[in-house]
């Protein structure tokens, strides 16, 4: 076949395609989130613990753009100062999973033999857990918390990761580019890493992204059975458990943070979609 | 290999994964300083009436050292007996046998809804005439798997039992109480499904026997049916029979959005109330039914694709795909 | 005025669908016809619209692919604007088609009887009952063996040559007036080939079939084909009946594409002299080696012996699974080797190399897909100045000097320094990794299948390239192929593999003029375009 042929010469780095619609509304509400992480102050004036008794569990107003809960606290408020609650959160289970993940990855695909024998096996026994119940596992022995929360997210990702490098390295391992490299007097380690660890490095990459919206479901499911942050703080899940007493009447306090998670874990899976074919 | 052979060893390879399961779990809960059963059952914030502490610490006899513990307990499991849960007395077999059939019933009603949505959202994302409808649905799989499944339980609830008043909330209707919360269940475990099964039917449809079969003069229908879609599943078959696990686990949330006590309940209560006994029993549960049925896929593999004989089965293959529920 | 002949095809133009509501045509206005019982071959090389027109005839365009001008007419029925129900009633009925790809033509879940069966039961060709009878029947009839057996095997069970035969079964299953066969050998060895288009006269003949024949091998064509289309970019470039397109080419893209060809120009190098008396480079003594353990091993290479002299060019020719790959990474050092002795520029190789090559200087190795040996994430001035990093050459400066002389050597513009393989062409690709082979000067080029992948006029270009740097700086190669007209054009000598033992070897010429093994001829007599040469010799 003459494949290679038809692959004709293009630069694909540089065709920058109009950006859609649905990418311009995923990256405004990413660049939102930004600003509510750095700055809640700027999107909105309300202390998001302060109790208003004039204007409990009133609906969506010019006033209150979210409404307000059962103690007349502004749902906006609380909903843009609990951003940065859910995005560290994350962000300390994603490292964690990362971090570990690729260390022991790279471990067990760069010795081989018994060691990654026995990392295998570790990995196998944690997929055989679902990560919510394996999360909740680790909870029961750290404790309730923001933090712990975050911590068992992060530990119950690390399979995962573990997995997705260790298989990516040893494909790269694996490809002609690789042997090559050494056919042409490439050491391991210069092999390891000009060639090997890049190339399987994107793909844990794209896994990064997407397990940084399942962090913020899973964080946000925990801090919704009450396992997470305590109240009073503005967590996500716990706004939503909050509001389920007042569910009928005031619905907007369930579906106003549930849709907060939905919209954020959707624009930033989109973003690093973007990210990674248009500029990277 | 002979196939009993390989049967055998599969057998084996699932036993060591549930004992290491087990023994993880064990690790975990027992790995930070003090022994969580000891505090649990002499909190003093927390008393127990003293007819349940005394037999419960003569089971668990304290005086003996972690590893001598760990040998006992599972040595107990293995001959069924699971322990006494630290809250109420009551031994775990008996209360995991109280919710076991409402979630098993939950958990297969949520996996017929989760793979009739992944057909049809992946059959219209793949065959529907119209670009602008295939590719909303399309996006579909990617705002299922970003919407916890709190929120589409209050939405149902919402909308179903309280607007429609199609469905109670409070009374028990049988089969019908089933509907909503299956239905939550199956709106986050399909997405994954439904996305392997898109891009498994887009590759089979690319595939040049699809233009020979075309060639023959097969109807479009029998080529998208018969041929593309047994070709296109295969990935998303062996997808779907991992979900179960994510079944169970989602289950915490459902059942405690839709206030019905299964084995998801329970889970939420042991873990509040630090109910070590419970919390091992249902993970080495989740684990065991995760770890057999992926046996039984691989049993019956060569049965579906002939390409996949028992001897190329038999190095051990890795679990494919992970899916979550938020 | 003889009768109407069944495909007639008039100023035909399609284009495809891409993007938002753009139209590209890549086939500008086409006209030729097959007459009954003849064929008519469709040859170009890739891109010029040979496949796409054998699709629109067999009313297989894909979805985004239309006719957007011109007419198709089959078995005097205007099909043109024909909707996919219209052509239902002549699919497989009318129109048999052939594919390029039988590994993965034929759906993999289903036996090959009941995919032979389908076709019957669709066009009710014979009674229901007389269906199992019918298959077994075909399957004799394309020349597999125990027919009644096979009808049971799944595709995976069957070599490509036995699917090849299966999906002939198919296309004739529902007896067609015209058969498409797009590349039908293509990915098929050279041997099994011909048998395959000896199938398809045979059967041409008997059922008196109009075949269009699509092909990119002008030595297939001139041998099988009645008449001839000359295809570039989507326009005809010659045609008319086979010999006389090709005696008397009126368009200059034909008289390239004839001197291109291998077959077509044998003495393309002969001014090329090997000094017989030079000192021995490259040695291969009775070397072996076994893939896997026990009962499953496999001898890829059995007890082979080779020698390159300086200065030549020794070919290392085999079918797919002779061993001929094994052989050139054992010579490279890239795999190791069970028994014998490998000597490189007077050095003994380790029967168990180390992964890391630190001669370098003394062999390299080009692999036959280039896009997979170099890394995507490397520009091209990256990868050929790897090989000087990497034998710790500091000077930036100097490795960009050199980097660009040796691009200059390939014919390499500048342009292309900053460019990643993916974005530059086959060719282009081709010659960035000779250029780093070279950069490090060896004296011995190991040439893994180097053209492969490449149209006949951009392997012309390879080709004249590698024989210009062997010259100029007295390289020796060896050069792996599955081609013979190409290796009796550039190899000295000779070593001919079949299942790893080697059967042959000795000075290209007298091989190819008295070849005395049986294998060898068998190989011999299947090059395409051999018995044409023939006859007119006798």
């Known amino acids: ?280 | 290999m002979s196939r009993r052979a390989f049967v055998a060893r599969r057998i084996a390879q699932a036993v060591l994964v549930i004992w290491l399961s087990y023994t993880l779990v064990f690790a975990v809960l027992f790995v930070l300083p003090g022994n969580p059963i000891r505090d649990k059952i002499t909190n003093p914030l927390n008393p127990l009436p003293e007819s349940v502490v005394r037999p419960l610490i003569e089971y668990y006899d304290l005086d003996l050292t972690l590893v001598e513990q760990y040998l006992v307990t599972l040595g107990r499991t293995f001959t069924g007996d699971l322990g006494y849960s630290l809250v109420s007395g009551i031994p775990v077999t008996e209360l995991l046998a109280q919710g076991l059939s409402e979630t098993l019933a939950l958990a297969a009603l949520a996996l017929l809804f989760s793979v009739l949505l992944a057909l049809g959202i992946a059959l219209t994302a793949v065959f529907f005439p119209v670009a602008a409808v295939r590719s909303v649905v399309r996006a579909l799989p990617a705002v299922f798997l970003s919407t916890p499944s709190f929120l589409v339980g209050f939405v149902l609830l919402v909308v179903f039992s309280f607007q429609l008043g199609w469905v109670s909330s409070i009374r028990d209707q049988g089969l019908v109480s089933y509907v909503l919360p299956a239905l939550t269940l199956a709106i986050a475990v399909n997405a994954p499904i439904a996305q392997v099964l898109i891009q498994g039917l887009s590759r089979a449809r690319g595939e040049p026997f699809v233009t020979v079969l075309k060639a023959k003069g097969v109807p479009p229908a029998t080529i998208a049916g018969r041929h593309i879609l047994k070709n296109g599943s295969i990935p998303a078959l062996t997808l779907t029979a991992l979900t179960v696990g994510d079944l169970l686990a989602g289950a915490t949330i459902v059942e405690t959005i839709f206030n019905r006590t299964g084995i998801g309940l329970i889970t939420e209560q042991a873990v509040r109330e630090q109910d070590t006994p419970v919390v091992m029993a249902i993970v080495v549960l989740v684990s065991t039914l995760f770890v057999v049925i992926n046996l039984f896929t691989d049993l019956v593999y060569p049965v579906i694709d002939p390409r996949i004989s028992l001897r190329a089965a038999a190095a051990p293959r890795r679990v494919r795909r992970r899916v979550a529920i938020g | 005025m003889m009768t109407e002949s069944p495909i007639v095809v008039e100023d035909l133009r399609i284009g495809y669908f891409h993007g938002r509501g753009g139209v590209a045509d890549v086939v500008h206005g086409v006209s030729f016809e097959v007459r009954r019982g003849e064929t008519t071959s469709l040859v170009g090389q890739s891109g010029s619209g040979k496949s796409t027109i054998a699709h629109a005839i067999g009313g297989l365009l894909p979805a985004n692919g239309a006719v957007t001008g011109g007419r198709i007419q089959v078995l005097g029925r205007d099909v043109t604007g024909f909707t996919s129900r219209q052509w239902r009633g002549l699919y497989g009925s009318s129109v048999g088609f052939v594919p390029q790809d039988p590994l993965s033509s034929l759906d993999p879940l289903v036996r090959v009887g009941d995919q032979i069966a389908q076709s019957l039961r669709v066009h009710r060709t014979v009674p229901r009952a007389a269906v199992r009878d019918r298959v077994v029947e075909l399957l004799d009839h394309v020349g597999i063996q125990k027919p009644a057996e096979r009808a049971r095997s799944y595709p995976h069970q069957l070599s490509g040559g036995q699917l090849q035969r299966v999906l002939i079964a198919i296309a004739v299953a529902a007896r067609p007036a015209i058969l498409v066969a797009d590349e039908p050998t293509s990915a098929l060895d050279v041997t099994v080939q011909k048998t395959i288009l000896d199938l398809l006269a045979e059967l041409q003949h008997d059922l008196g079939l109009a075949v269009l024949f699509i092909t990119h091998d002008l030595a297939l064509a001139r041998e099988r084909a009645d008449r001839l289309v000359v295809l570039n970019h989507g326009l005809v470039k010659d045609h008319g009946p086979t010999r006389q397109v090709l005696e008397n080419p009126r368009d200059p893209y034909t008289v390239t594409l004839l001197s291109h060809a291998p077959a077509e120009d044998p003495d393309r190098y002969a001014g090329r002299v090997a000094d017989h008396g030079a000192p021995v480079v490259l040695e291969i003594d009775a070397v072996s080696k076994e893939f896997g353990r026990g009962s499953g091993a496999v001898r890829a290479v059995d007890d082979v012996s080779l020698r390159l002299t300086r200065g030549s060019i020794h070919a290392v020719v085999g079918e797919s699974g002779s061993g001929k790959t094994t052989l050139a990474r054992v010579a490279a050092g890239l795999i190791g080797f069970d028994a014998g002795r490998v000597t490189v520029a007077g050095r003994e190789l380790d029967p168990q190399p180390d992964v890391v090559n630190h001669h370098g200087g003394d062999l390299q190795l080009v692999y036959q897909n280039p896009l997979a040996a170099m890394d995507p994430r490397y520009d091209v001035a990256r990868i050929v100045e790897e090989p000087l990093r990497l034998a710790g050459l500091r000077d930036r400066a100097e490795r960009r000097r050199r980097v660009r002389e040796i691009l200059d050597r390939v014919a390499l513009p500048a342009t292309v320094l900053d460019r990643r393989p993916r974005e530059v062409s086959g060719g282009q690709r081709q010659r960035v990794a000779i250029a780093r082979a070279l950069v490090l000067a060896p004296k011995i080029l190991v040439l893994d299948e180097p053209t492969s992948a490449l149209d006949v006029t951009v392997q012309a270009q390879i080709i004249d390239l590698l024989v210009e740097l062997q010259r100029e700086q007295e390289l020796s190669y060896v050069f792996i192929s599955h081609d013979l007209s190409l290796v009796r054009q550039v190899s000295d000598t000779i070593t001919v593999l079949e299942d790893g033992v080697a059967v042959e070897h000795g000075a290209t010429r007298t091989v190819f003029a008295a070849p005395a093994h049986p294998y060898t001829r068998r190989l011999l007599d299947a090059i395409p375009g051999r018995v044409a040469e023939r006859a007119v010799v006798a």
């Open chain 1, 1 to 280: 076949m003459t494949t290679a042929d038809l692959a004709v010469p293009t630069t694909t780095r540089f065709r920058l395609r109009q950006i859609s619609v649905v990418e311009w509304l995923a990256l405004v509400v990413v660049a939102l989130l930004v600003v509510a992480v750095i700055a809640p102050g700027l999107l909105t004036s309300y202390d998001p613990l302060a109790p208003d008794p004039a204007a409990i569990l009133q609906s969506p107003s010019a006033a209150h753009p979210f409404g307000t809960d059962y103690l007349g606290r502004d749902l906006l408020s609380r909903v843009v100062h609990g951003t940065v609650r859910t995005m560290v959160g994350s962000a300390v289970a994603v490292v964690i999973g990362l971090g570990l993940g690729t260390v022991l990855g790279l471990v067990a695909a760069y010795f081989g033999g018994l060691v990654d024998a026995v990392i295998s096996r570790i990995v196998d026994v944690l997929l055989s857990i679902p990560g919510l119940l394996l999360s909740m596992v680790v909870v029961v022995a750290l404790g309730f918390g923001a933090l712990n929360a975050a911590i068992a997210v992060g530990v119950s990702s690390v399979a995962v990761f573990t997995r997705l490098m260790r298989s990516e390295t040893l494909t790269v391992t694996g490809l002609p580019f690789v042997e090559a490299s050494h056919h042409l007097g490439g050491t391991r380690r210069q092999v390891l890493i000009r060639h090997v660890f890049p190339n399987s490095y994107s793909a844990v990459l794209s896994l990064t992204a997407l397990q940084f919206g399942l962090a913020i479901l899973w964080i946000s499911s925990l801090s919704f059975l009450g396992y997470g942050a305590p109240p009073p703080e503005p967590e996500w899940g716990l706004l939503v458990a909050e509001g389920r007493e007042y569910v009928v009447s005031s619905p907007w306090l369930v579906v106003i943070p549930g849709l907060a998670i939905t919209v954020s874990v959707l624009s930033i899976s989109r973003v690093s979609q973007f990210v990674k074919e248009r500029v990277l």
